[in-house]
């Protein structure tokens, strides 16, 4: 309000230095504080200015220069543009081949921030040559250049698998897999963070990380005291599992279902997320890949989940994953049934307070539908709302002609006698269900 901005505009180019450096830190201050001061500095006309002389400049105003250019760029789509409008990608580029490290990586810096709102900032980025120049950052000695840079990468490579495809081709993920193993625990988030932004656009690019050996040392990561390290780990073998059941057969031959499980049970929150959809998206694939979530003992876990969690788009992912393992088989569905999972499920269904994603995830159909496992089953008659209730009478309806002993139990726990309360409408798919079962036994029992 005090009109700073423009006093601080005209000594950018003052003859000593050091005024030019504090200068250029102010403004960078400024602009970082909020958008509307990023815009104010933009309007100055102070952009053009701050990178008119900087090839010339020594490396403490370059490194402040790139600090004002991420302060404004870090707002938005539009204030990015206005960086990129005033020339500056040709200078950031000069910068990241400087031989100074905090130069590099104070352009790193704001070439992410450039690069992360959408694909056409992030082409300007490719397009100003700075790919393989970032490779090198993450080349060199210096660990938090090598953090930026390998963050950037990440952020370039999110949008799409063009994008993608040209980090790959200036030949990020050897170095890249070649850090997994590192001691710092923010370089293995950034480096596992781009690896699967580069993974998860199409097979091709998830067989080239594959490619790179990452397994089974990725798997370490699982076990990390980093919790950020732990999530981008198992975010990572998800991308990888969802495309092929090939590509999750590998992942299950390397251990992964089984350290992802381990990965579940030992953290809370959000931090499970991916590992919890990891496990669905295996089990997805076949009845072969779920029998080995299964085998691995992988249903307990997500029971907890659902038990544990608090936040709905988590017990949605974990009511999914045992979806898709349960989906399969009359076998695969009696492993979940056993579980005891289908009361909380259907609690959760039932609960006014569950979101309507989190209702769809649990709607038991995908395991009522192959459930054959009445035991299990047989709890529910008496809770479960109507748009449920159909698939369980259809369960019984196919079992109970085939097997004696279970139309005994039927009558015993009461079963036959909740039936009998419901109202289905003549000539309905549920009336003919009842009816099945009805005719399993003689009249005056059913009477």
């Known amino acids: 309000n005090s009109g700073v901005v423009c006093l601080l505009r005209p000594l950018l180019l003052d003859v000593i230095p050091s005024i030019r450096q504090t200068a250029a830190l102010a403004l960078g201050r400024l602009a970082d504080y909020d958008v509307e001061l990023a815009e104010a500095v933009v309007k100055a006309g102070i952009l053009p200015q701050l ?8 490396r403490y105003y370059k490194k402040t220069a790139a600090f004002v250019l991420r302060a404004v760029a870090k707002h938005s789509p539009q204030l990015a543009q206005a960086v990129i409008q005033c020339g500056a990608l040709e200078m950031l580029v000069i910068c990241l081949e400087d031989f100074d490290p905090g130069v590099k990586e104070g352009a790193s810096w704001a070439f992410g921030y450039i690069a992360r709102h959408n694909p056409e900032l992030s082409q300007a980025v490719v397009d100003a040559g700075a790919v393989p120049l970032l490779v090198l950052c993450i080349q060199e000695p210096e660990i938090a250049l090598k953090r930026i840079a390998a963050s950037t990468l990440s952020d370039i490579s999110k949008h799409s698998p063009e994008l993608a495809q040209t980090v790959v081709d200036a030949g990020a993920i050897a170095h890249l897999a070649q850090m997994i193993p590192n001691p710092d625990a923010k370089l293995k988030r950034q480096v596992l ?37 732990k999530k981008n780990g198992a975010t990572l073998i998800r991308e990888i599992a969802k495309h092929t059941p090939e590509l999750s057969q590998f992942v299950v031959n390397s251990g992964g279902v089984a350290a992802v499980i381990d990965c579940i049970g030992s953290c809370r929150g959000t931090v499970r997320l ?6 669905g998206y295996v089990a997805a694939h076949s009845e072969d890949l779920s029998m080995a979530v299964i085998v691995s003992k992988g249903i307990p876990p997500l029971c907890v989940c659902l038990v544990e969690e608090h936040e709905d788009h988590i017990k949605a992912a974990a009511a999914w994953a045992l979806g898709q393992i349960g989906r399969h088989s009359a076998e695969h569905a009696r492993h979940v049934a056993v579980a005891n999972v289908l009361p909380t499920l259907l609690d959760i269904f039932v609960d006014t307070r569950s979101s309507e994603d989190l209702k769809t995830k649990a709607t038991l159909k995908n395991i009522l539908q192959k459930c054959t496992y009445l035991p299990a089953l047989e709890p ?21 002609p085939h097997d004696s002993k279970a139309r005994r139990l039927f009558v015993t726990t009461g079963g036959l006698k909740k039936v009998q309360e419901i109202k289905a409408e003549p000539g309905s798919l549920l009336q003919e269900y009842i009816n099945t079962i009805n005719n399993c036994y003689p009249e005056e029992i059913v009477r």
Not at 51 to 58: C, G, H, M, R
Not at 193 to 215: G, N, P, R, T
Not at 274 to 279: C, F, T, V
Not at 385 to 400: C, D, E, N, R, T
Request: hydrophobic share 45%.
């Open 51 to 58: 990178i008119y002389s900087l090839p010339e400049e020594n």
């Open 193 to 229: 963070s781009a690896l699967s932004q580069i993974a998860k656009h199409s097979v091709d690019l998830a067989e080239l990380v594959v490619e790179a050996e990452i397994f089974p040392v990725v798997l370490t990561c699982l076990k990390d005291s980093d919790e950020y390290v």
């Open 274 to 279: 991916p590992g919890i959809m990891a496990l």
């Open 380 to 400: 529910l008659l008496h809770e479960a709302p109507p748009s449920i209730m159909k698939h369980i009478i259809g369960q019984f309806s196919k079992v109970l």
